[in-house]
Structures are given as C-alpha cells and as structure tokens.
C-alpha cells in the first residue's frame, strides 16, 4: 500500500522554499557547488539547482556524488575533481535522510579538501537518525516507524513521495 506524502506541485514547492533557504544563505557567494547524492538524490539536486539559475545570479557547479548506500564508507566517486569544488561552498543534496550514514559518510569524503562552508538538503528527513547528522534544509520532516519506507519518484509533471 502506497501513501502519497507528497504531491508534484508540493515537491515544486518544497523544491523552490530551499533554492531560496540556500540563496540566503550563500548570497556572499559567487559560485556554489550543488553535489547530489546519485540517483534521487542527484535528480532533487539538479532541480535545486536549476531554481537557484531562475532565481540568482550565483555561479551553480552541479556535481554527482556516487555512494553505496548499503556501504557508505565504501569508494566514494564524484564527477568532479576535487580541485574543482576546493575552497568552495557546498551543499549536498539527498532525497531522503534515514539513517544518516550515508550523508555522514558523503560530508566526510568533502572533508578531505578544504572547504569555504557545508550545508545539507534533504527533500524528506525521516527523524531516525543513528549518526549525528543533520539537514540544513528540509522539505519536510515526518516520524515514521522504522518498517516504512519512503521513496521518492521524479517523473516528468508526476514526481511524488509515498511511505509504504
């Protein structure tokens, strides 16, 4: 059974309240690097990313982080070269914040260059984190049992979040 947390229009929404959150936040900033965690967090990222285009004047550098997520501490790849996001301001991306690990161990790898400043953005944060992580920007936050899952589905007009 599928329960629709969040509708298209809701995820439009959400969507352009953090590009906003983010452009606040880095106004200082000439260029941002928006790095989204692959596959849904990836696709949420390019969507920040093309609303923060719409909305200012800030230098966007999308990058692609790519994680297992059954093994987060585990090969860590981006689709930049780290040179290329080196003293720069980050924010990275997911869809869904579960347990933490995976963006504790994604903030981690960043780590390894230095960094003019770090933020997270999570469409859904799930409230049962065992790693103390948290999302600077939120779409929504929901307490679920540890059984449910959440998922999230970016499809052309009909992108969605359903808790099974």
Known sequence: MKNIILTNDEIKFKT??????????FANEQEIVIAGISKSGYLFSQHIADELEQISD????????????????KNI?????SKEYQDKALVLVDDVLN???TLMY???????????KIKTAVLVDRNHKNFPIKADFKGISLSTSLHEHIQVVFEDQNAHAYLS
């Open 16 to 25: 352009k309240r953090i590009a906003y959150q983010i452009y606040e936040t």
């Open 58 to 73: 800030l230098k966007i550098i999308r990058c692609e982080v790519e994680i297992n997520k059954l093994e987060p501490y």
């Open 77 to 81: 790849k981006t689709s930049l070269d």
């Open 99 to 101: 347990s933490g690990a």
């Open 106 to 116: 994604a903030v981690k790898h960043f780590l390894d260059v230095p960094l003019k």
